[in-house]
């Protein structure tokens, strides 16, 4: 056996590239996994200060019809305990237990904008459609996830119907893929309400995939032990069956026609199929089509590197973990472990990016005007804070809490501002600029700080090489959209230009998550594999 040779090279470890791996190698195929980061899962996982654990990316799991049924298919179990998501403005909040969390997220909004009550319930009235489509996608298990043949019974009672309901609710939902900001301006001029809705969603978010959130709050579980969990789970399924990853390596060249990638360290490996479950920017480059002698194949290539080339990935994030002297029990009344808490009524109304450009586009080189931007900015923000340890005591030492702060941040802005001060300096004003909202929020937070790490963009684009240190992959405000985006398309988002070449991830499907990652990961394996079979069959007529 040629030991540098695999059935299958998978590229990037996140939950994409790890769901692939575990179905491809549970199926006895030849596995390699060529990972980057010298820790796995991704923006998915979890990592230690200071005897905290915190998660690094998702602060929960969405099941969404996909996580729970290809745990059970994989053998795998994990322990999830509740994470009830609480909506706080100011000091009013409300948390999302059941679907009556929408009733009282309506009573909220209308103490806040008590003039604009009868816009207020006409935004519920999208929402609780939104959430009745909601109910109707995800009604069953994804049937994907189950063995087959499927049970007659099973197809005839529960499969069939559902399909049909599937099929028309997902038309409908289609239908409502403009921008979340643009349909509520047509619903109310009160632009504060607008962005209190609408200010944690990414930019140009379609109102469909907005509005369904408010069904997914209710479908938020987290995992005995954190979010590393699952990633370790998955490992130790492909590692018992004899898959290979390799941490710390880089992919840097491929040749699709001999097929064979060269890493970043000079060791060549060949393959007869392989996934992208990294950024697809990298993958265009590595192909490198410039290089190739002139043929259909290579125009293609060349049109879709040259496509993506200058398309905008999708928010970014930074965030702040604040370690504290304080027992998780100081914060259980404030908070709750997993909360969107916005201080100011005004949210962002009346404060863009555009304020820091000049005519040409291009940022200041101010940075007092820059950083007093920033202050009106994170004053008005939505923070997502979670706080492991009110799930999982064991996630802190004893008398011990760590709080996780994430607000949306422009990747441009942050590389700007690094290049005329500094990445350090750029952390450290906004972590204050952070706690001194949070001061307000949590008493006594600031006298009890033992100390606090941040990642920006620029963390997340070094670690994980995407595209403007996007989190869920292309932004929307991309015209034309550079990915499928349709459910009723899904299987073809694992499709690339070279045939033994499959795509997953969030660049393949947006707007992507956890089960977007899982669900094309499966699909690009199932894609794969049908690819082996094939050719296998092939080669014994």
Not at 171 to 197: G, W
Not at 267 to 294: F, G, T, V
Request: glycine residues 8%; contains cysteine; charged residues 25%.
């Amino acid at each position: 056996m040629n030991e540098k040779h695999y059935d299958v090279i998978i590229v990037g470890a996140g939950m994409a590239g790890l769901t692939s791996a575990a179905y491809l190698t549970k199926s006895g195929y030849r596995v390699l996994i060529v990972e980057k980061n010298h820790k796995n899962g991704g923006l998915l996982g979890a990592f230690m200060i200071d005897g905290h654990q915190v998660d690094q990316g998702a602060r929960g799991i969405i099941d969404s019809g996909i996580f729970t049924p290809m745990m059970k298919q994989l053998g795998i179990e994990v322990e999830f305990l509740p994470n009830p998501v609480r909506l706080a403005i100011g000091d009013n909040y409300v948390d999302f237990r059941d679907k009556s969390g929408l009733d009282d997220y309506g009573k909220l909004l209308k103490e806040t904008y008590p003039g604009n009550s009868a816009e207020i319930d006409r935004i519920l009235e999208e929402i609780r459609k939104v959430m009745g489509y909601m109910d109707v996608l995800y009604g069953i298990e994804n049937p994907l996830f189950m063995s087959k043949p499927y049970d007659y019974g099973y197809m005839l009672k529960t499969l069939l119907p559902w399909t049909v309901k599937f099929v028309y609710n997902i038309r409908k939902a289609m239908k409502l893929l403009e921008p979340i900001n643009d349909h509520l301006r047509r619903i109310t001029k009160n632009e504060s309400l607008v962005q209190i809705i609408t200010q944690h969603f990414f930019e140009s978010t379609p109102t469909f995939f907005a509005l369904s959130y408010f069904s997914l709050y209710l479908d938020y579980q987290y995992p005995k032990g954190s979010t590393q969990v699952v990633v370790d789970k998955l490992e130790e399924v492909i590692r018992k069956n004899h898959g290979v990853i390799m941490n710390g390596r880089e992919v840097v060249h491929i040749d699709p026609e001999k097929r064979i990638v060269r890493l970043n360290e000079g060791n060549e490996y060949s393959y007869d199929q392989m996934i992208w479950a990294a950024d697809s920017n990298m993958l265009y480059r590595c192909l490198d089509a410039a290089s190739w002698q002139e043929s259909p194949l290579k125009n293609e290539v060349t049109k879709k590197q040259e496509f993506l080339m200058n398309k905008k990935g999708a928010d970014s994030v930074l965030t702040v973990y604040v370690i504290t002297d304080q027992s998780p029990d100081t914060f259980k009344p404030i908070s709750g472990p997993h909360v969107f808490y916005t201080p100011s009524k005004e949210g962002l109304s009346g404060i863009t990016l555009s304020d820091l450009r000049d005519g040409q586009g291009n940022f200041t080189d101010d940075l007092d005007r820059i950083y007093d931007w920033l202050r009106v900015f994170v004053r008005q923000n939505t923070f997502e804070i979670s706080i492991p340890s009110l799930r999982d005591p064991s996630l802190s030492p004893p008398g011990e809490t760590a709080l996780i702060v994430s607000l949306l941040f422009d990747h441009g802005l942050a590389k700007h501002i690094a290049s005329i001060d500094s990445h350090e300096n750029l952390k450290k004003m906004v972590t204050e600029m952070v706690l001194d909202e949070l001061d307000g929020y949590f008493p006594e937070l600031m006298s009890h700080m033992v100390k606090t790490v941040v990642t920006t963009p620029l963390t997340i684009e070094g670690k994980t090489n995407n595209t403007q240190g996007s989190l869920t992959g292309w932004s929307f405000a991309n015209d034309p959209f550079p990915a499928e985006y349709r459910f009723l398309k899904v299987s073809k988002s694992v499709l690339t230009p070279v045939d033994t070449i499959k795509q997953a991830g969030q660049w393949a499907f947006n707007p992507a998550g956890v089960p977007v990652a899982i669900l094309t990961g499966k699909l690009a394996a199932d894609a794969v594999e049908k690819d082996l079979k094939k050719n296998k069959k092939r080669g014994e007529d």
